[in-house]
């Protein structure tokens, strides 16, 4: 688990940040981040303990989204040949990341969710082709969300500091209200995490796990 550090300004509020009292479970939607096998299984190249670490908070907060009515959705970053989803040359074919999206392509051993999640039937599972999950050229889960009446986000999975912070900022500028969980989202190391949630502040109400299950119980943080 991550040693969390955030940054003064959002512990005394010298600096603008989001806090909200309150959440309706019936338009919330948990996203829970490319939680998939090669980021979490042991022995996947891009693998991380601290994804590993992160899934008993997950997983709670699953279990208390479900049981509040809000809908549970579970994005899988994904790899496409086909328009509108295919991505540039120059980024599929990058010696850093060209190992990476082989695996995620569909069908590959990298590209499914963890068995270690707790997903029932209802969920919804989100093809995502792009960082962020709210981008038109990634997938139309904004779409999707915004017909069943969801305006408020919670944010768990990985990583941190790329799909979890990109999906947030995009979210909190299409007018959606964002929670994003501090101890139920991972990076590879306890710096980019605690940066990328100094980041995030200003785009998203930064609460811990048991915080956001107090909420959606229909309580007040302690």
Not at 72 to 88: E, K, N, Q, W
Not at 154 to 180: H, L
């Amino acid at each position: 688990m991550h040693k969390l550090e955030l940054p003064p300004h959002l512990i005394d509020g010298t600096r603008p940040c989001f806090r909200f009292a309150s959440l309706e479970p019936a338009r919330t939607a948990l996203l829970v981040i490319d939680l998939q096998t090669a980021f979490v299984d042991e022995g996947q190249p891009f693998a991380s303990q601290n994804a590993r670490d992160i899934l008993p908070n997950v997983n709670a907060i699953i279990a208390a989204a479900r049981t509040a009515g809000a809908l549970v959705v579970f994005t899988r970053a994904s790899t496409s040949d086909h328009p509108p989803y295919v991505r540039p040359d120059w980024f599929d074919h990058s010696a850093a990341y060209a190992p990476l999206a082989d695996l995620l392509r569909e069908g590959r051993p990298g590209h499914a969710l963890s068995a270690l999640l707790d997903r029932q039937q209802g969920d919804l599972v989100i093809d995502k082709y792009r960082s962020s999950a709210m981008l038109p050229q990634s997938c139309d889960l904004a779409d999707r969300l915004r017909a069943g009446g969801i305006d408020t986000l919670i944010i768990v999975g990985a990583i941190t500091n790329y799909c979890c912070e990109n999906t947030a900022r995009d979210a909190c500028q299409m007018d959606f209200r964002v929670f994003f969980v501090t101890d139920a989202t991972a990076a590879m190391t306890d710096a980019e995490h605690n940066a990328s949630l100094g980041s995030v502040g200003g785009h998203a109400d930064l609460r811990d796990t048991s915080e956001i299950i107090r909420l959606l119980q229909g309580h007040e943080p302690q």
